[in-house]
T-cell receptor, first 114, second 110 residues
């Protein structure tokens, strides 16, 4: 089973709202990722968690706040977003962060910021 | 120069055609290589890992040439269901960071 689940599937929020995206995997993977993808572009890495600790932050604005409550869960807290933050937000996981580990993606949350 | 470059596409081919995608990467220290497939408004899904010896999965064949820093994907007997964007992906073993090509869109027509 290579399933990564994400909720919600779709989210519409205003610029003053606070919302959270959730990601879950039960494959025993120890690395989890957040990506942002705009239309017709490849995914862009935002954050990497390894063994529940943040290991990479790709200079993401502080209005995006990741959290890893346990080894199976990854959250992305959103606050004071801008319309240009509208995108598909993808979660992924891999066994570890080794160069040969395959990353498996969840179905994504399609976010619209009004 | 982009770290991973792919054919710009789109590729429009008839059913049954053979189509080849090419990809080059700039960092010779790259460790692993993948082709992902992404359907419209869906997540990327792993199609194949790519090995130096080449690997085949049904109608799909992937090749890696480390000396030329070149990766290819060959699709034989194209099906309508092969229509998607194909992403060439390289892992430099930098803490899990994947480097994506821009993707090549394939449209298979009846």
């Amino acid at each position: 089973d290579t399933e990564v689940t994400q909720t919600p599937k779709h989210l519409v929020m205003g610029m003053t709202n606070k919302k959270s995206l959730k990601c879950e995997q039960h494959m025993g993977h120890r690395a989890m990722y957040w990506y942002k993808q705009k239309a017709k572009k490849p995914p862009e890495l935002m954050f990497v968690y390894s063994y529940e600790k943040l290991s990479i932050n790709e200079s993401v604005p502080s209005r995006f706040s990741p959290e890893c409550p346990n080894s199976s869960l990854l959250n992305l807290h959103l606050h004071a977003l801008q319309p240009e933050d509208s995108a598909l937000y993808l979660c992924a996981s891999s066994q570890d962060r080794a160069g040969w580990d395959t990353q498996y993606f969840g179905p994504g949350t399609r976010l619209t910021v009004l | 120069r982009k770290e991973v470059e792919q054919d710009p596409g789109p590729f429009n081919v008839p059913e049954g055609a053979t189509v080849a995608f090419n990809c080059t990467y700039s960092n010779s220290a790259s460790q692993s290589f993948f082709w992902y497939r992404q359907d419209c408004r869906k997540e990327p899904k792993l199609l194949m890992s790519v090995y130096s010896s080449g690997n085949e999965d049904g109608r799909f064949t992937a090749q890696l040439n480390r000396a030329s820093q070149y990766i290819s994907l060959l699709i034989r007997d194209s099906k309508l269901s092969d229509s998607a964007t194909y992403l060439c992906v390289v892992n430099y073993n930098q803490g899990g960071k994947l480097i994506f090509g821009q993707g090549t869109e394939l449209s298979v027509k009846p």
